[in-house]
């Protein structure tokens, strides 16, 4: 073998789980380069190449010695008065362990001493000589394989009819190519060698041999009809789809799904895009399900028009690419037509009773043990979207309507089928139903916001209900005792915090958090207990972690949300006044002043009221800090009253002067009680005049 030369490593295997095909790749090939790295065969630029196709896993790393350097290496004997006896000599127990070390008596006197910790310890410095390739691409390939993430291992067996060995999927061919020489190692049953398998149908030759480390793409494509390389291949799917929608010409796109596009990388190793069509009958049915049952059933990727609707051709990802398609084409078309007809009988079948009929099914239908079925949970959302619709002066008889219907789909033969349609189809009944478009939308977006990122729903009703839905789901939960852990969050409560929040603040709704939170509790009875202080934390948690990602610091969130701002659409305006007042020159004095009056004012004996006796102001600091609060407190205060968070807190820099003078030349702990009371009492009133946009304390370093 050469020096140093590049490596590749390929496990031939059946057909591997496509959900996780890109993530077994990227794992085989990480943990095998990390795993020669350890062990010194790689270089400082060695560069990894992963590869994974539906029937392999592969690594190509550059510059990979054939041995790793030796190395030098000092091990830790024993204490100095264990190992060696008052004249200097190697006790017995030295001597057996350097014996099992591969060393004898003549070892002891190159022996070092160094301190460790309180004592002297004797240690014996070796070289260690490097692994060689063999030894170290064993290693790393059983290593590679054992930390694959599986999802389920196979149990299966080898050829000679009586060892067996479990992984992902049987395993019929290893390649281990330094160079053009092969590495002989063993894995799952199987030798190394310099050859493959390509296409199950069309690769040139059987088996493909590979010349060296460095051919292998381009001789698995060229011999073996396959593209190796999962990032390549994607990207010649994404090509060959907007080429052929472009053939199609009318301005149709195929549909992005990114995670489809994963999927179908997944199952084809060399694809073939080709059009295909359905009748434009079905295209009478929501769209929606059409193309869930097409990406989710199918794998095909539907054609959107210029207007984002639907059309009557689809693309399908073939893995076989013959002279004449047409037999592949009428195939695909054959076998989506009974899947689309499912859903046209759906759709029909359901319209033939509306959705306020469904409302007493949905008492047979359990939502959880301790809270009910899910006609008791819609009469639970309904009465707290109604106090809400109230308290906003809102469509109360919509919302009602709306929070009535919302879950009536889920006993339709078409959520049956596809649960992801639940509140699409709601929508389409309703309108079907001849209810207002108003409740039509609510009943779809209550569900909203889904995920980070997802839109807010389009009107006022959809969004009280789905306010409504979340707080139902939230105050149940915490009231049950069912809160997330760790990673764990079965009823997605972080989720459904985060959709309070994004709708109370993007929507700027003028309602308390712990008001609303407190005001849902009723409507469950005596099935839950009260845990509305809890779940309050949980949603300011939540809130904090969100501002922080937005690029908040740390200090101006904790400085604002320590007040527990009720109307959280404030919370934005006053980040922001907090922002402007860290930034001016006054801002380090006052936020250090505050932290000291807030400890002053904890330690004091019993409550402190903000007061203050002008008659028992002595000190002239005094008088001159309480003057400057009857001029700063109203402007602060009127400020405040009227949104202007900013203006309120930089009206506060009038202090710093009067506040510096007070702590240097004023005694607080006064000896009289009623002097000491008087001066708590303006220390209270300041704290509250500096306190009402955020605790500035928290801004103090």
Same mark, same amino acid.
């Given at each position: ?93 030295l001597l057996k362990k350097l014996q099992a070390l591969g060393a004898d008596a003549s070892a002891v006197a190159g022996l070092k001493r160094a301190p460790d910790g309180k004592a002297e310890a004797l240690f014996y410095d070796s070289t260690v000589k490097g692994a060689t390739l063999a030894e170290g691409l064993q290693k790393a390939l059983l290593e590679a394989i054992a930390k694959l993430p599986i999802p389920k291992v196979m149990t299966y067996q080898l050829a000679d009819g009586w060892s ?14 330094? %160079? ?21 149908? @069309? ?20 011999? %073996? ?24 010409? %009318?301005?149709?796109?195929?549909? @992005? ?23 434009? @009958? ?10 869930? /049952? ?80 899910? %006609? ?40 049956? @089928? ?5 509140? /699409? ?136 949300l320590a007040l527990k701002p009720q109307r959280l659409g404030d919370v934005a305006k006053r980040l922001a006044a907090v922002r402007a007042f860290a930034a001016l020159p006054e801002a380090p004095a006052l936020a250090a002043a505050n932290k000291r009056v807030g400890n002053i004012l904890k330690k004091a004996e019993g409550t402190v009221e903000a007061a203050i006796k002008p008659e028992l102001l002595q000190e002239a600091a005094e008088k001159s800090l309480a003057d400057a609060l009857k ?71």
């Amino acid at each position: 073998m050469n020096a140093s030369q590049n490596l590749l490593v390929e496990l031939f295997v059946e057909e591997l789980p496509p959900k996780v095909l890109k993530k077994l790749g990227d794992a085989f090939a990480g943990v095998l380069f990390e795993q020669l790295k350890a062990q010194g065969l790689t270089a400082a630029d060695s560069v990894l190449t992963a590869f994974a196709s539906p029937r392999r896993l592969a690594a190509h790393v550059t510059a990979v010695a054939a041995q790793a350097a030796d190395k030098a290496v000092s091990q830790k004997l024993m204490p100095v008065a264990v190992g060696l006896d008052a004249s200097g000599n190697a006790t017995p127990a030295l001597l057996k362990k350097l014996q099992a070390l591969g060393a004898d008596a003549s070892a002891v006197a190159g022996l070092k001493r160094a301190p460790d910790g309180k004592a002297e310890a004797l240690f014996y410095d070796s070289t260690v000589k490097g692994a060689t390739l063999a030894e170290g691409l064993q290693k790393a390939l059983l290593e590679a394989i054992a930390k694959l993430p599986i999802p389920k291992v196979m149990t299966y067996q080898l050829a000679d009819g009586w060892s067996d060995v479990k992984f992902v999927r049987p395993a019929h061919g290893l390649v281990a190519l330094h %160079g053009s020489d092969v590495v002989a190692i063993e894995a799952l049953g199987l030798k190394a060698s310099n050859s493959t398998h390509g296409h199950r149908f @069309e690769a040139a030759v059987d088996p493909v041999v590979l010349k060296d480390a460095d051919s292998y793409a381009a001789t698995l494509r060229k011999d %073996g009809a396959v593209i190796a390389g999962f990032a390549e291949r994607k990207a010649e799917i994404a090509r060959q789809l907007a080429a052929a929608a472009a053939k199609v010409g %009318g301005g149709v796109k195929a549909i @992005e799904d990114d995670a489809l596009l994963d999927e179908v990388t997944a199952l084809v190793e060399r694809p073939n895009v080709l059009v295909c069509e359905f009748e434009k @009958e079905f295209l009478g049915v929501p769209q929606e399900c059409l193309i869930l /049952t097409m990406k989710a059933n199918q794998k095909y990727f539907p054609l959107l028009d210029a207007a984002g609707k639907l059309t009557n051709q689809f693309l399908v990802v073939s893995n076989i690419s013959p002279s004449d398609a047409s037999a592949v084409v009428g195939g695909n078309e054959r076998v989506v037509r009974p899947r689309l007809a499912d859903a046209k009988f759906f759709f029909d079948q359901d319209r033939k009773k509306t959705l306020a009929s469904r409302v007493e099914g949905l008492g047979k239908v359990v939502y959880h043990n301790k809270l009910g079925t899910q %006609g008791e949970r819609t009469q639970r959302v309904r009465a707290i979207a109604e106090a809400i619709a109230k308290r906003l002066n809102a469509d109360v008889a919509g919302v009602q309507r709306a929070a009535e219907l919302a879950k009536t789909d889920l006993v339709t033969d078409m959520v049956g @089928e596809f649960p992801e349609l639940q509140g /699409t189809m709601g929508r389409y009944y309703a309108l079907n139903d001849g209810l207002s478009a108003d409740v039509a939308d609510a009943i779809e977006d209550h569900y909203k916001p889904r995920f980070a990122g997802d839109e807010l729903p389009r009107n006022s009703v959809g969004v009280i209900v789905a306010l409504a839905d979340k707080l139902e789901t939230l105050v149940g939960m915490f009231g049950i005792g069912n809160l997330p852990t760790g990673d764990k969050d079965p009823f997605a409560l972080r989720r459904h915090a985060l959709g309070v929040i994004r709708m109370l603040v993007e929507k700027d709704l003028p309602l308390g958090l712990a008001e609303l939170v407190e005001s849902a509790q009723p409507v469950f009875g005596d099935k839950i207990q009260d845990a509305s202080a809890p779940l309050v934390d949980f949603i300011y948690d939540r809130l904090a972690g969100s501002l922080r990602e937005q690029g908040y610091s740390a200090q101006e969130v904790d400085a604002v949300l320590a007040l527990k701002p009720q109307r959280l659409g404030d919370v934005a305006k006053r980040l922001a006044a907090v922002r402007a007042f860290a930034a001016l020159p006054e801002a380090p004095a006052l936020a250090a002043a505050n932290k000291r009056v807030g400890n002053i004012l904890k330690k004091a004996e019993g409550t402190v009221e903000a007061a203050i006796k002008p008659e028992l102001l002595q000190e002239a600091a005094e008088k001159s800090l309480a003057d400057a609060l009857k001029t700063v407190g109203p402007k602060a205060e009127a400020a405040f009253a009227s949104g202007d968070y900013a203006a309120s807190l930089q009206a506060l820099a009038a202090l710093k002067a009067p506040v510096d003078a007070f702590f240097d030349g004023v005694m607080v702990n006064a000896e009289d009680p009623a002097l000491r009371a008087n001066r708590l009492g303006l220390l209270a009133t300041l704290h509250q005049a500096m306190n009402r946009v955020a605790d500035l304390s928290k801004l103090a370093s």
